[in-house]
């Protein structure tokens, strides 16, 4: 996976021969060595972001496995634990979509479906527009 700031624009899909989407940014592409912000999330909003990554877009054919997970967690199973998403609507695999949010002013946020596992197991915490936007959604 790419390496973006949060809040710069989303290029990612173009670049790789999609349709560009404007007022796009990026939010949670992580990546091992880059500094990101951490702290407590919002239980709501922890739980509404589960769901918006159930049902990614962009679907690859291939799955992402974490870089910020150490390589003995992947254990030589597949999916991988670091793939997996325990919910209580019934557990999933991410690593191979991305979601979208649209926030209240209409900007759209682009964020790996991983990003909930960076949520869960990193302690990432998104910018407060990306978590505003989650929760407002309806
Ligand atoms: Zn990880």
Avoid at 9 to 36: A, C, K, Q, R, S
Wanted: charged content about 20%; hydrophobic content about 35%; some cysteine.
């Amino acid at each position: 996976m790419s390496w973006f700031a949060d809040l710069t624009p989303y290029t990612y899909h173009e670049h790789v021969g999609g349709e560009p989407e404007p007022n796009t940014l990026n939010i949670g592409w992580l990546d091992t060595g880059m500094e990101f912000s951490t702290g407590e999330c919002d239980r709501d909003f922890v739980a509404r972001l589960r769901d918006l990554c159930r049902d990614g877009v962009n679907r690859t054919r291939g799955l992402y496995r974490c870089n910020l997970c150490s390589t003995s967690a992947f254990g030589g199973i597949w999916p991988p634990e670091s793939n997996r998403v325990a919910s209580p609507g019934g557990d999933f695999v991410v690593g191979g979509a991305e979601i979208r949010v649209t926030g209240a002013d209409g900007t759209v946020y682009a964020a790996p479906d991983m990003i909930i596992h960076y949520v869960e197991r990193h302690q990432y915490k998104p910018p407060e527009q990306f978590v505003a936007a989650v929760i407002d959604r309806t």
